[in-house]
């Protein structure tokens, strides 16, 4: 599938997690929490040492969801995007949206192996939601 057909389906639902959420509002983490929230999207931080981010109740790991998720943008370390990858496979999320520089060698066909469907590489979320510093 092309980029754009997998962004339209990454974009057609309504329950997003941001993994790396941040409580820094100048973190691209917390950006693209704001972003859903902007474009009225329901979504889930995920950050195992906040409470909270931007006033949303934080989940520590996806085991942890009580809800289905539509897709799961990860803003993390690359280190760390492995395992956020893995536990998203294990979680039944589909969706991945690993935004730039959260990427690791071996990545996508990592997520292809686990039949995750995955935007990576360079489309931003922030960009095409029309992310506004201002709101």
């Known amino acids: 599938m092309e980029e754009r057909a997998l962004i339209e389906d990454f974009l057609s639902g309504e329950v ?59 803003i993390t370390p690359p280190g760390v995007t492995e395992g956020v990858i893995e536990a998203a496979a294990r979680q039944g999320i589909e969706r991945v949206w690993v935004q730039p520089g959260a990427e690791y060698q071996g990545m996508e066909e990592r997520c292809a192996e686990l039949g995750l469907s995955c935007i990576s590489g360079g489309a931003c979320l922030l960009v095409v939601l029309g992310f506004s510093e201002k709101l």
């Open 16 to 74: 997003y997690v941001v993994a790396g959420a941040s409580t820094d509002r100048s973190k691209y983490g917390n950006k693209v929490l704001r972003c859903y929230q902007q474009a009225g999207r329901r979504v889930i931080p995920l950050n195992p040492r906040a409470s909270e981010v931007e006033g949303l109740p934080c989940i520590a790991e996806l085991s942890e969801l009580e809800i289905e998720v539509h897709g799961l943008s990860i």
